[in-house]
């Protein structure tokens, strides 16, 4: 009988065998894959997915094998497993140079095949990465496609949970294809955004406003026009002042009663007023509107009987139209 070893070999420690009794199943779950690549030390929640417990359990793993002696820190802190080489087990978790963070790219750095397979052979939690990535994306991945899944680790310095984060996210807004998720990828990563924590957050904005610019689509008949630079920053003041659909709907429908179309220009102006009011809901926006309509016909009132037909609030509006007219000509 013999050790079946095939391509993957894990390095332990002896004093395992000394500790082994005193170890529950997720210390000994944690510890090996911990072998398998020392880079999952400092990732805790890539690490417990792993494993199958919680961050809780990993963070105790790693403290009852240092208080055993089993993981101790090598030079410059980084952490090796005692009583084996340290030139060993670096060898063993070695992954590729770390390199400059791509900004302004176009693309990522190709790899070549060799690299690729070495890389796959190499580093089990890569292998894992593309398995995972290739289940959400429901396909199976060519090696330009594994390419751009390792450039996002290792020259964008995101982390395995972010990238799969970030293509759940791709994959529900309807963009799978990887080279443009690629270019999605480094728009993130000039962001600064490389932890997960730092993804979700980015997701929850870019799903809000994914949906939001679907409705203000639909509500102006925008059909599938690409957004100017202008609009996008318009639609995205919007929802930073916390307006819904609800609220553009109300902007929309004055904007058409005055200038007889759809104009996310004139909307805008409207929007960013009840916005300087504080005016936050429907509700008050409406009141608001109440109000102003109750004081502008108490106004006229007011002048029928000093017999002056001359409406200031009128001569303003229709100012506003006509310009409005003027800088459409132009």
């Keep these: 009988m013999k050790l079946n070893f095939q391509q993957d070999v894990l390095v332990l420690p002896g004093a395992v065998l000394n500790h082994c009794g005193g170890a529950d199943a997720a210390n000994l779950r944690v510890l090996l894959w911990l072998a398998s690549d020392l ?10 997915k792993l494993a199958d417990c919680d961050v809780k359990a990993v963070k105790e793993a790693l403290r009852f094998w240092q208080e055993c002696g089993v993981l ?3 030079e410059e802190a980084v952490p090796t497993m005692a009583s084996v080489p340290v030139a060993a087990v670096q060898k063993l978790a070695e992954k590729p140079p770390k390199k400059t963070v791509l900004r302004r790219a176009d693309e990522l750095p190709n790899y070549t095949s060799v690299e ?5 052979e190499k580093r089990a939690s890569v292998r894992i990465l593309i398995n995972e990535a290739q289940q959400i994306l429901g396909k199976m991945f060519n090696p330009s496609e594994v390419n751009v899944m390792i450039g996002m680790l290792d020259y964008l310095g995101m982390s395995e949970e972010c990238v799969l984060l970030l293509l759940a996210h791709c994959k ?15 728009t993130m990563s000039d962001k600064g955004i490389s932890d997960s924590d730092a993804m979700e957050e980015e997701i929850r904005h870019a799903e809000a406003m994914h949906e939001f610019e679907g409705q203000v689509r639909a509500l102006f008949g925008m059909k599938s026009r690409a957004l100017t630079g202008k609009e996008s920053k318009m639609l995205s003041a919007w929802l930073s002042y916390g307006y819904g659909i609800e609220v553009v709907r109300m902007a929309y429908e004055i904007t058409v009663n005055a200038t007889n179309e759809p104009s996310v220009a004139y909307a805008n102006a409207i929007l960013e007023r009840w916005n300087s009011e504080n005016l936050k809901t429907a509700e008050q926006i409406t009141a608001r509107m109440e109000e102003e309509r109750a004081q502008k016909e108490g106004k006229k009132a007011e002048k029928s009987e000093l017999g002056n037909s001359f409406d200031t609030d009128d001569f303003f509006e229709a100012a506003l139209r006509r310009g409005f007219r003027e800088r459409r000509e132009d």
């Design 39 to 48: 880079s999952l030390y400092s990732k805790h929640k890539q690490l417990a």
């Design 72 to 74: 101790a820190e090598a």
């Design 116 to 120: 690729l397979a070495e890389m796959m």
């Design 172 to 186: 529900r807004i309807g963009k799978t294809n990887l080279r443009a998720i690629e270019k999605y990828a480094i």
